[in-house]
């Protein structure tokens, strides 16, 4: 009886034992090298696991089944769905081999859902690679995007649904991007930070982003640098300058290093505009990103910038036509002097990762930024305002028929600034299948020392401006002392220093869940800040809800809200006349967004219809002056307003194989100036409506041959005189219209080979011919105001920007 019991017992142990583990799942994650891949989520029967940093995993199930329902997902990899029948196994060991989204064209059949769910529109490499444009390829394709417009083809820069450039972030692998502060052209800027050689991925956000990024009002644009996979040499040479990329990793597959120089010049662009002078830009950047894999747990980065920008020129005339038929004016312009600008910038980042679990990342990163800037200037203007013949009928049509007046003005400027930025970062994610936390901790600290001196003399007619007593050919015959006696139309000369700290905190809660068939998306996140020049604590709460309902079409609908406050960097403290406010606020935005996504197939390709309509109310607003691509603040937190409108945009593949779209935007942007009595007036960037289209095309059967073409229509920027009230600044400038294209012969790539000898060393190869400015149209970036003080009239000249150019550029791969 004793040893039948025991013998019961043991059996009955046994059967519960062997019940409790049915089936044991061993599952291992490769790339297509047969890289191990961690953080692969699988969901087996209703159990989950994801994979640790050997790309392991082990699912237990306690029920006994005869078939295994299987679901592998990853962010940057194709989701995998498998069936495994068991026989009775009880442990089972399976491979998944996860395949990259493609950074093909046809990736587009690929559905980011991630992507659609936050609301975040993402660039594939392959169109960063054959955009045609006299900017940087990855800013030229943010401007085509809806409630994104520029109206200067020679600047990186762009308002985003009426935001001015500096409310816009930046970052390169989680690590946010400066821009310089003195920059008052587009000619001026140089390279961008953003190396298009190394990029691998491009997500942009127009508004309603989530708290993890940071305090600014308008959009984030998020870039990521690949990581090495192999050795590879990429270079690029055109008019306009030339570029070499190396990337490599060791045979252990522990360390990667990617580096590229660039050298640009904008001699081809600026020598087409109105002004004869002696152009002498020389841009130069190197950069690098580097990875070292120390254990299964511990990855350690580098990211590194070296940029030297200069702008020397030495103007010698300068002739614009202007005015309308019935007044048809051209002024001649006579120089004498010159204008040299330096911007030097040093960017070094290192980061050290840390896979605390399977679940659980933390990021440290330490970050040093400096920029030395230096303009000076010293250029004597003498101009003749002329007016034309009019008359169609006459011989003499379109010469100069009487003259109107005389002038000059002389500029003059010495300015420095130089500033330093540090910061220590610390960010941690816990991720599981449906929920994920992400919090951050950030100190940075900035000084900054500026010197700001500058005067502009006016003299029209033999009186300087603003007139205040006898000319200047009195002030010669009676011996006045200039400096003491000439009353200046502008003059300012200031010397500042800076030195404060900030400190940053976010946290923030991703869920998503299915019901009914429907899918869920919820983020929820509070972000806060303490700077200590003005001893101000911003807190900015953020929610971003998404809904993806069981129907048979497919639809996304995505509402997002929450506070976007911007504490002033420099450019916001600084007022016009180079004093610095350090009791300045934060400015603030709420932004409402609602959106809608309709994805749906025509030809059997795939399209999206993607439309957003916002309203951002903005409070303690600091108004600003744009002339160019500068930006003169009041240094006065003395207006409210707000930007509504709705974007649109439709993207797919209009020609099989290469993805298009086009943009349109239609929106008000308007503040209220308290003490003006103007009541609401539009904002420099209200704009009022952009349409764009990026498009690509192909030879029928026969894709090496391409075409791609972009188009930029947009409303007139409001603008006014000098010195005259923010009110009275609401004069249209013209539309501002653009067509470049680019034609393009690929010899050799990945899908394309080649029997000619010469392509044997090249992975691709392939030779743009660009045309800029297809249509010739000049448009205007900013006016150059003359005045005539015997009839008391001011003329807005305008400054016009590039003409039609041709630029030849071959790119090679090895």
């Known amino acids: 009886?004793?040893?039948?019991?025991?013998?019961?017992?043991?059996?009955?142990?046994?059967?519960?034992?062997?019940?409790?583990?049915?089936?044991?799942?061993?599952?291992?994650?490769?790339?297509q090298k047969g890289k191990p891949v961690s953080q692969a989520f699988i969901n087996i029967n209703g159990v989950t696991a994801v994979s640790d940093s050997l790309g392991k995993a082990t699912v237990t199930l306690a029920t006994p089944t005869d078939t295994l329902q299987i679901l592998v997902r990853h962010i940057s990899y194709q989701q995998i769905t498998d069936r495994i029948y068991t026989k009775k196994q009880q442990r089972i060991r399976v491979t998944y081999k996860l395949s990259e989204f493609s950074t093909e064209l046809e990736a587009v059949e690929v559905r980011d859902e991630r992507a659609r769910m936050e609301g975040t529109t993402v660039i594939q490499a392959r169109e960063v690679e054959f955009y045609a444009g006299p900017t940087s390829s990855v800013e030229g394709l943010i401007k085509t995007l809806p409630g994104v417009f520029s109206n200067s083809e020679l600047s990186n820069q762009y308002n985003v649904r009426g935001g001015s450039f500096d409310e816009n972030l930046v970052y390169v692998n989680g690590i946010e991007i400066h821009r310089p502060f003195l920059v008052r052209a587009g000619q001026q800027e140089g390279l961008s930070f953003i190396n298009p050689d190394m990029v691998e991925a491009v997500n942009f956000s127009a508004g309603g982003f989530e708290a993890r990024y940071g305090d600014k009002m308008s959009s984030v644009l998020?870039?990521?640098?690949r990581k090495p996979t192999a050795f590879g040499v990429r270079t690029q040479a055109s008019f306009m300058g030339g570029s070499v990329t190396t990337e490599g990793i060791s045979k252990d597959k522990k360390f990667t290093a990617m580096g590229s120089a660039r050298y640009r010049t904008n001699q081809l662009l600026v020598g087409s505009m109105d002004t004869d002078a002696d152009f002498r830009p020389r841009f130069t950047d190197l950069q690098a990103y580097l990875t070292y894999e120390i254990s299964t747990r511990w990855e350690l980065s580098f990211l590194g910038n070296y940029s030297k920008n200069i702008y020397n020129l030495i103007p010698t005339s300068r002739t614009t036509d202007f005015g309308t038929l019935q007044e048809a004016l051209r002024v001649n312009i006579f120089f004498e002097g010159q204008e040299n600008y330096n911007f030097t910038t040093r960017f070094g980042a290192f980061t050290g990762t840390y896979n605390a679990s399977d679940k659980m990342q933390m990021k440290f990163t330490g970050v040093i930024f400096q920029t030395v800037e230096e303009e000076n200037f010293d250029v004597i203007g003498?101009?003749?305002?002329?007016?034309?013949?009019?008359?169609?009928?006459?011989?003499d049509f379109g010469e100069i028929a009487f003259l109107r007046g005389v002038g000059g003005f002389h500029n003059y400027g010495r300015n420095t600034l130089d500033a330093l930025v540090y910061n220590f970062d610390y960010?941690?994610?816990?991720?599981?299948?449906?929920?994920?936390?992400?919090?951050?901790?950030?100190?940075?600290?900035?000084?900054?020392?500026d010197r700001y001196k500058e005067f502009e003399r006016i003299d029209s007619a033999g009186y300087s401006v603003p007139f205040t007593g006898p000319s200047v050919q009195d002030w010669i015959d009676r011996n006045i002392n200039y400096a003491e006696g000439l009353d200046l139309f502008e003059h300012f000369d200031s010397r500042e220093a800076v030195r404060s700290d900030r400190l940053m905190a976010f946290v923030e809660n991703n869920r998503s869940w299915d019901k009914n068939g429907n899918s869920f998306r919820l983020n929820l996140g509070l972000r806060a800040q303490y700077w200590s020049l003005n001893g101000q604590t911003i807190v900015s709460p953020r929610a971003n809800f998404s809904w993806k309902p069981n129907w048979k079409s497919d639809w996304v609908f995505r509402v997002a809200s929450g506070y976007y406050q911007q504490p002033a960097f420099y450019r916001e403290m600084r007022n016009l006349a180079g004093s610095i406010n350090r009791d300045i606020r934060a400015q603030q935005s709420i932004h409402f967004v609602a959106a809608a996504d309709y994805g749906f197939k025509a030809k059997d390709r795939p399209f999206r219809l993607v439309t957003e309509v916002y309203h951002k109310q903005?409070?303690?607003?600091?108004?600003?002056?744009?002339d160019n691509v500068r930006l003169r603040y009041s240094a006065l937190n003395e207006a409210v307003g707000f930007a509504t409108g709705i974007d649109t945009r439709v993207h797919g593949e209009f020609v099989p194989g290469t993805e298009s779209w086009a943009s349109f935007s239609l929106f008000t942007v308007q503040e209220n100036i308290e003490g003006d009595g103007a009541g609401f007036i539009p904002r420099p960037t209200d704009n009022r409506f952009s349409f764009s289209i990026f498009f690509q095309d192909h030879l029928p059967n026969n894709p090496s041959s391409r075409v791609s073409l972009t188009l930029f229509l947009g409303g007139g920027f409001p603008h006014g005189a000098p010195q005259t009230p923010r009110k009275e600044q609401i004069l249209r400038a013209p539309l501002y219209r653009r067509v470049d294209i680019g034609?393009?012969?690929?010899?050799?790539?990945?899908?394309?080979?080649?029997?000619?000898?010469?392509?044997?060393?090249?992975?691709?190869?392939?030779?743009?011919?660009?045309?800029f400015n297809l249509l010739q149209i000049r448009n205007t970036v900013s006016y150059l105001w003359i005045r005539d003080i015997s009839t008391a009239n001011q003329y807005a000249v305008p400054n016009y920007l590039t003409d039609r150019l041709i630029n030849l550029k071959v790119t090679a791969k090895f």
């Not at 998020?222 to 640098?225: A, F, L, N, P």
């Not at 960010?427 to 900035?446: A, F, H, M, P």
Request: aromatic fraction near 18%.
């Open 1 to 31: 009886m004793r040893q039948s019991f025991w013998a019961i017992l043991f059996l009955a142990f046994a059967a519960r034992v062997a019940y409790g583990q049915a089936h044991v799942i061993e599952c291992a994650f490769v790339d």
């Open 222 to 225: 998020d870039i990521r640098y």
């Open 382 to 395: 003498l101009y003749r305002l002329n007016e034309l013949n009019n008359d169609l009928g006459s011989d």
């Open 427 to 449: 960010q941690g994610t816990y991720i599981e299948e449906d929920n994920s936390w992400g919090w951050g901790i950030k100190w940075q600290g900035e000084d900054i020392i």
């Open 618 to 626: 903005m409070n303690y607003l600091i108004p600003y002056e744009i």
């Open 743 to 771: 034609f393009i012969k690929v010899l050799k790539d990945e899908t394309i080979t080649s029997n000619w000898k010469a392509m044997k060393p090249f992975k691709a190869f392939w030779v743009s011919v660009e045309v």
